[in-house]
Every structure is written in C-alpha cells, then in structure tokens.
C-alpha cells in the first residue's frame, strides 16, 4: 500500500495506513499481519549485495535512483522496526521515523547526535523527570548547558531572551514538552518555531527545535506541521497503549532521522523486534483508544470542577474560552486528551487519602495505558524536583495527575466520587 493515492497525490489518512502502508504481504507468504522478525542478522545475496548495503547504512555513498537500503543486522535496521517507523512518520506527517528502546533512548540519541561540547540547548519546565535529569546532570558532563524556561505563555519571549543571554550561536536545540506534564500547560509550538527560525538567522548555524509529543500525539497534535523539527515520544504511553511494554520513536525529515539513527546504530538504543511487532499492533488503534479515553476524561473533569474538595483542575478541554492558554489550544490541538491534573483539599494526606480509595483507577505511575491510572506528583513523579521549584511549575502538595483509560465512564465517576469522598 502507497502512502498516498489518485493522480493528485492526496495522502490515505493515518489510520488507513496504520492497517497497510509499508509491509508487502507478498515477502512474507500473503500472511496479512507482518510476522515478527526475531532474527539479529539477515542473509546477502552475494558479498556485492551486503557490501551495497553498508555503503547506505553508513552513508558512505548517496543511493543510486530507486535504490533502497537493505536489511543488515537488527542494531541497523529490522523490517517491524521499519514498518512501525514508517506508518509513525505518517502519523506525523514527516517523511521518517526511528524507534528505540523507551522514550528516554530516543530523547538521549536525539541529543548525543545534534549536540556537541560548548553548545548551549533551551527547555520549556516542567518537563519529565527523566528529561529534566538528563539536561540537568548528564548533558553539563560533556560541557552541554541546559536553560530552563517557564512553559505557558511566555514561553517564546522567553527562549529569545535566554538566546540572547547564552548567545544564538551556541543555542543548537530548543526542546518544548507541550502539554507539560503533570501541569498540562502549553507551549505554542509555531511562536518557538518562529523564534528558532531567528536564532538561526543569526547565528548562521543549526538550531532544532523538538517537540516531546506524549502527551496529545500522534492523534491530537502534530508539531511538524507547526515547525518542529523532531517529533518526540516515549511510545511506552498512548502510541504502545496497553502498559505491556518500553518504547520509544521519533519522527521529522529523512536526513536528519538517517542521522539519529546512524547515532542509534552505535549506542544500540534501538527496540527490540518483538517490541516493534507489538508497536505496530497497537498503531492500529491508537486512534480509537485516545478518543475514547479523551471523551471519558472530558466527563470526569467536568465532575471534578464540581466537586466541593477539588480546588482546582487543570485539563486542556476545561481552558477558558478568550484566554491565551484556550488560543494555543484551539490553534494547535485537536483534541484535549485524557491526562487530568487536579488539586484536592487537606495538602499530601488529602491526596493521599484520596489515591488509597480508589478501587478502579490503579495507583501507579506512567499514563496512556487502556486502565485508568492515578500518582501523585509531589510524592512519586516529580520527587525530585527542588521545593521552590515545584511551586513554580504548578505541583502542590494536593495535586493528583489522571490517566484516564478504557473503563466505563460511569464507573470511573463512581469511582472518583468514591475516592473523592475519602479526603478528609
Ligand atoms: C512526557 C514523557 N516523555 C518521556 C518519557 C520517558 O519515556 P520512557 O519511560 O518510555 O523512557 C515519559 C515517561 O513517563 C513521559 O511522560
């Protein structure tokens, strides 16, 4: 199946690709389902082949007009990997994609390939923990200084300044995660765009922008479209969907993605085919889960505005209409997902009196999965994270972050009712 169809080229949608496009039934015995790929090496030909091969693996020659890299070992390349990479840069809209081993192996291979010692990369905060972490104590290692920005509306005057303070010359990435997590603030991904753009005008010099998508993507937000270079996520979330595995992928153009992946190659931070197998089975219904679970999550943060021990909810679908956050919104996302963040009365043991009542929602970590999901920040996620600091990005001692999953909405407002019931 071709990406796109009729003599105007129009593109099949995501969905129709996610059951067809980039797997020939025909090299596999008809079998409708790619078979899952459990082999570390592939069989040449002839040495002319295999040498052809490392040729285009190793970018030591452009290809010749029709000529596709061929499959070599499973650190290069793996066809589940391939298949998944491809319908995810369709997904993105980009022209290609690379998987990895978790979120946190495509987050760190990005770096490791883009920058280099003295350069200098801009973040929006909050961000996840393990991101932060790498910016924070592992980047500065190899003389790589990371800038904190506030994500909200500022954000744009906010990287342009910190260019201006660190010098456009040294800013080689600014790295947006949009909605934030756990705060679900959000970042206009088009005005930082514009600012990169700016940066390097002046600078002369490469600047990338990426984009920790998690959150809302692939189905609710596509920051290519928006001018993001790279698009970002840990697939272990929404994209894997069933909380049964670690992944991760990104996607943008083909030559900067052929880079990453040269960088992958070499640190082996690829996924498993097996991993990739399971990846491309929950493609398939991404787009099915993540409306379901937005339409749920819709109710439920209705419910909790009107619940007298909610202080306060913080969900993109509930932004007031006429502010900035509700224009970023309208501009950049199609839909408001299913990750609630809300503050309940009594501070740490309000929240906690609350995350030990619940009988449906499980209280665990990580989000995106078909079961509902509650933690709370302070204690668990973002632990970490200096006192003062956690003030700022929104975390207070009564915050709980939702995910919410599959479960039928009635039982989970039961269920929050219930939970909610048990905050003193
Ligand atoms: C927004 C976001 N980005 C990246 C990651 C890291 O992903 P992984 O755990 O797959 O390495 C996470 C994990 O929780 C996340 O929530």
């Known amino acids: 199946m071709d990406r796109f169809h009729g003599k105007g080229k129009k593109a099949y949608n995501p969905e129709t690709l996610a059951l067809g496009y980039g797997y020939d039934p025909f090299l596999s015995e008809g079998s409708v389902k790619p078979p899952v790929f459990l082999t570390s090496t592939f069989q040449f030909r002839s040495a002319e082949e295999g040498q052809r091969h490392f040729e285009l693996a190793y970018h030591l020659r452009p290809p010749r007009a029709s000529e596709v890299p061929g499959l070599i070992y499973s650190r290069l390349n793996n066809p589940n990997l391939e298949i998944f990479e491809r319908r995810m840069a369709a997904w993105d809209q980009t022209d290609e994609g690379a998987a990895f081993a978790s979120g946190m192996a495509a987050t760190s291979t990005l770096a490791f390939t883009l920058l280099r010692p003295g350069d200098a990369v801009i973040t929006s905060a909050p961000i ?7 910016l924070q104590h592992v980047l500065p290692q190899f003389n790589i200084e990371a800038t904190f920005v506030q994500a909200g509306d500022d954000t744009p005057g906010l990287v342009a300044e910190a260019a201006d303070r660190l010098g456009p010359e040294r800013v080689r990435m600014v790295f947006l995660e949009t909605p934030a997590n756990p705060s679900n603030t959000l970042v206009d991904i088009r005005a930082v765009a514009d600012v990169v753009e700016n940066i390097k005008h002046r600078s002369h010099k490469d600047c990338w922008l990426a984009v920790d998508n998690t959150f809302l993507g692939p189905v609710f937000q596509q920051p290519k479209l928006l001018g993001a270079d790279f698009v970002v996520y840990s697939a272990t979330k929404f994209i894997g969907g069933h909380s049964d595995l670690i992944a991760g992928v990104l996607t943008g153009g083909l030559e900067q993605v052929q880079a990453v992946k040269l960088t992958r190659t070499i640190l082996g931070t690829m996924a498993n085919p097996f991993t990739g197998w399971m990846l491309l089975r929950s493609l398939e219904t991404v787009s099915v889960r993540m409306r379901r679970q937005a339409k749920t999550a819709n109710k439920l943060a209705r419910l909790l505005l009107k619940h007298p021990k909610v202080r306060s909810v913080r969900y993109p679908g509930l932004l007031e209409p006429g502010s900035n956050q509700h224009a970023v919104f309208s501009k950049q996302c199609t839909g408001a997902g299913s990750l609630i963040a809300f503050e309940v ?40 994270v200096p006192q003062e600091e956690l003030e700022k990005i929104g975390v207070s001692p009564g915050l709980i972050r939702m995910s919410v999953g599959l479960e039928h909405a009635s039982d989970l407002a039961r269920d929050l009712r219930h939970a909610l019931d048990a905050v003193p």
């Not at 996840?128 to 790498?134: E, I, R």
């Open 345 to 384: 009365d009594g501070g740490v043991r309000g929240a906690q009196a609350c995350l030990n009542a619940f009988e449906v929602a499980r209280l665990a970590v990580s989000l995106g999965g078909t079961e509902s999901l509650v933690e709370h920040p302070m204690t668990m996620t973002h632990s970490d």
């Open 128 to 134: 996840y923990g393990g991101t932060h972490y790498l």
